[in-house]
């Protein structure tokens, strides 16, 4: 019998709102996961072809990436900012909406922009590339959390995180000024695992057919 498939998803919000989908194409993960006490990392399915590993976002890149995982969930934020090679999102699963913005002071919107800025973020890549489009010399700051922070501290002049409401940007003093990428969930495989072993393109089949289903529904 061959290996479990290894289906990575990653914590937090987006994997509430992809569970549903998930449990409709077959991966119910057994009731371990569930238990909000539980420091397990990785869970059986209720198939025993699959099993479910939880890490961070941007871990679930690169775990199918390197091919630990073949198939995973993850916001095409994470997929942008390390552009994997050997990662391919062959579907958008139209979840987890959100986006990628600049944001700064609200005092101090406005005015010509300087040759270099320091920005707080945790996407370096994609900071770096958004500024230098605009012939600005981008020095980042990296940070995990508590983004909203680093203007009122005067460790940067500006932020890029994610932003969905925007309420937690105006909390802080600070309003969002450029939207860099819009976000969704996407399914990711990794390359040579799509092309060596059919479970993984059966799955892949398996959630376009229901992201079309759900989009006809609606």
Do not use: W
Request: proline share 6%; net charge negative; aromatic share 6%.
């Amino acid at each position: 019998m061959p290996e479990p498939l290894t289906f990575a998803v990653p914590k937090g919000r987006i994997l509430d709102e992809v569970l549903p989908l998930m449990e409709r194409a077959g991966l119910m993960p057994d009731d371990e996961f569930h238990d909000k006490k539980s420091r397990a990392l990785a869970f059986a399915c209720k198939d025993p072809g699959m099993r479910i590993i939880r890490v961070r976002a941007f871990d679930v890149a690169t775990f199918v990436a390197h091919g630990a995982a073949q198939v995973g969930i993850v916001g095409s934020d994470v997929i942008e900012e390390f552009a994997y090679s050997d990662l391919y999102a062959p579907v958008d699963l139209d979840v987890g909406h959100c986006r990628l913005s600049v944001a700064e002071p609200a005092g101090e919107v406005g005015g010509p922009l300087p040759s270099h800025l320091r920005i707080a973020s945790k996407y370096p890549n994609l900071t770096r590339k958004h500024f230098e489009g605009l012939g600005i010399q981008a020095e980042v700051v990296k940070l995990n959390g508590a983004m909203e922070l680093a203007p009122t501290l005067g460790l940067s002049s500006r932020i890029v995180d994610l932003v969905s409401t925007g309420r937690t940007l105006k909390e802080n003093g600070l309003v969002e000024t450029s939207r860099i990428l819009d976000i969704s969930a996407r399914l990711i495989v990794n390359r040579a695992a799509l092309k060596t072993d059919e479970r993984v393109s059966a799955l892949v089949e398996r959630f376009r057919s229901l992201v079309s289903e759900t989009g006809m529904a609606a």
